[in-house]
């Protein structure tokens, strides 16, 4: 490309903007603090990778200018600011070797408005993995990286193999051991691999991308990442085989080798459409101080790759394991709020919520988890989730869980670990739920209750200091609440229960005695009377209490039946219903 030089004496040149003239002088161009591409020789069809490097050490920012194509990885270890322009492109053109396009191994890189397009290009490397951007080295930790309005697509590498097997695959932007990093705006359609992969990383800003049709999770923090936003991203697939390997957001925290935990982030307001295969849209694992607020879901389904024959999770918070005493320890000080989620279309398993603690030898409960306020809907056919929110204390334990104000259509199914549409149960005494505040929340059931499994509350065994704290409304179940053997609920205003066809109300099946006390419902002199009141119509015994607010005083039922009289304290009849 044209460029402005100045001669000077002899020295050493790169060959690319600067030139030895004939008489062994050199010529050395001149720029106002930016180079356009071309000036340092590329032109699209051979290597340009060589000249990249040269310009980005020699001046530390280009301008692209026309297409770049790289067949050998562009190694950066100096400051860099790259411009794109809508028209022109970075062809990763790797081949069978597989590695780093941009490979960036500095502080302070800039990189806004570029566009990595590999259509047409052959990736089948034999092993290894390619990345169209990778910054860090695993070693030093750099600073100060912002990745802003870029577009990456079609970076399609793979080993060959189908399914669980393709392990060779190309990530999109690839970040480890940098702190201060910006991934803002940009567009990522058609990886194999992951759209963004995150590594270490201490203030992240991972915010308004749109990650289209990656076969591994869209965004994936593999551990060790602080004081991050992964928020008002869109992640849409439509892939036949769906997102594999963790779902659209996914806070692994791997194990192994092992990373220091996740924390203090947020996870909120981000969109998904499309097919998901694996682990959860969203989930977080042996992670602590999260938010995950305002995220939403709709059009979901299954792909072909998932387990279980499409089981889809929404929302799964858990202990990093694969065996028993491999975890990475459980969550901490998590909050689920404010969701909205319609049912995937499956032939297999849907939850809502997920909370579980496994791969503990001892107990090493998760503690301090809130999840409120959100929204499980049928979906366009009028399916309903097979599980809405559920908690399993596995062998490590839960404490000090916060459930309401939540709602779900469900349609339960009989295959769950965990019992009913919100369902609490741990393996042993061991992994005990403590701490359990649970209300106000609505659950509606668009099946045919036949079945003892089809429970709206399921207080399971080793689920201790359970308390209702307000009215749920359980609609459309075989028993609306349902205790078993070694809980120890304390349960009250469990009213509002609607439509059993059939079964009970309410079963409390072997409940710890020491343990169990109905604190009972509240009622008006008119409900009281009237027969066809939940009160008098569902769950009714004898002792059951209630309190007469018009009296201003306690009353206990003489019997089950619906006319059974309400005494005082003293035995003397007050209400009769009829």
């Not at 600073?143 to 695959?169: A, E, F, I, Q």
């Not at 936003?229 to 869109?234: G, M």
């Amino acid at each position: 490309g044209a460029a402005d030089y100045i001669v000077a004496a002899t020295q050493a040149v790169d060959g690319y903007g600067e030139h030895t003239l004939a008489n062994g002088n050199v010529a050395l161009i001149q720029h106002s603090g930016a180079v356009n591409s071309k000036q340092y020789g590329t032109n699209g069809t051979s290597d340009d990778g060589p000249k990249i490097k040269a310009a980005a050490a020699s001046v530390g920012s280009i301008i692209l200018d026309g297409d770049v194509r790289i067949e050998t990885s562009v190694i950066i270890n100096s400051p860099l600011t790259l411009r794109g322009t809508t028209d022109h492109k970075i062809v990763p053109a790797l081949g069978l070797a597989g590695g780093k396009v941009l490979d960036l191994i500095t502080d302070d890189i800039d990189f806004e408005g570029i566009l990595m397009d590999g259509a047409g290009e052959t990736f089948t490397p034999a092993t290894g993995n390619t990345y169209g951007i990778y910054a860090g080295d695993a070693v030093t930790v750099y600073k100060n990286h912002r990745y802003v309005n870029n577009r990456l697509r079609n970076l399609s590498l793979s080993d060959g193999l189908t399914g669980t097997s393709n392990s060779k695959v190309n990530h999109g932007i690839y970040v480890i051991d940098v702190d201060e990093v910006e991934i803002t705006h940009n567009k990522i359609h058609t990886t194999s691999g992951a759209a963004i992969f995150l590594e270490d990383i201490d203030k992240l800003q991972c915010d308004f991308n749109a990650c289209t049709d990656n076969g591994w999770y869209p965004i994936h923090v593999d551990g060790g990442v602080t004081n991050f936003s992964i928020d008002d991203n869109t992640i849409i697939c439509n892939l036949p085989a769906g997102a594999f390997y963790g779902g659209g957001i996914d806070l692994m925290n791997q194990h192994i080798p092992v990373h220091a935990r996740s924390k203090n982030g947020t996870v909120n307001n981000n969109h998904f459409e499309g097919v998901f295969s694996y682990g959860a849209i969203i989930r977080a694992f042996s992670c602590e101080s999260v938010e995950i607020h305002g995220n939403t879901g709709d059009n979901l389904s299954s792909g072909t790759w998932s387990a279980g024959g499409g089981d889809v999770t929404i929302i799964r918070l858990d202990t990093r394991g694969t065996v028993a005493g491999s975890g990475n320890g459980p969550v901490k000080n998590m909050s689920v709020k404010d969701n909205v989620f319609t049912k995937p279309v499956t032939a297999g398993e849907t939850s809502g919520v997920y909370v579980s603690n496994q791969w503990q030898v001892a107990r090493v409960p998760a503690t301090g988890i809130t999840v409120k306020d959100n929204k499980m809907l049928k979906n366009s056919a009028g399916d309903g989730f097979t599980g809405g929110y559920s908690f399993h204390g596995n062998e490590g334990g839960i404490e000090d869980l916060w459930i309401e104000d939540n709602y779900a259509d469900t349609e339960l199914g009989n295959t769950s670990p965990v019992n009913g549409a919100i369902g609490f149960v741990a393996t042993n005494a061991q992994g005990s739920i403590t701490g359990v505040k649970e209300g106000g929340n609505t659950i509606v059931d668009l099946g045919t209750p036949a079945a003892s499994y089809q429970v709206g509350l399921s207080i399971g065994a080793y689920v201790d200091e359970f308390f209702n704290t307000k009215i749920n409304t359980l609609d459309n179940f075989y028993y609306s609440v349902r205790t078993f053997t070694n809980s120890g609920p304390t349960l009250e205003y469990i009213n509002n229960i609607h439509a059993p066809t059939v079964g009970m109300s309410e079963l409390l099946l072997a409940v710890t005695p020491s343990k169990y006390r109905d604190l009972g419902q509240a009622r008006t002199t008119t409900q009281l009377t009237d027969n066809s009141d939940s009160i008098n119509a569902q769950g009714k015994y004898e002792g059951k209490r209630v309190f007469n607010t018009t009296a201003n005083k306690p009353l206990y039922a003489t019997g089950s039946a619906a006319g059974s009289t309400w005494n005082d304290a003293v035995g003397a009849l007050s209400v009769t219903p009829v």
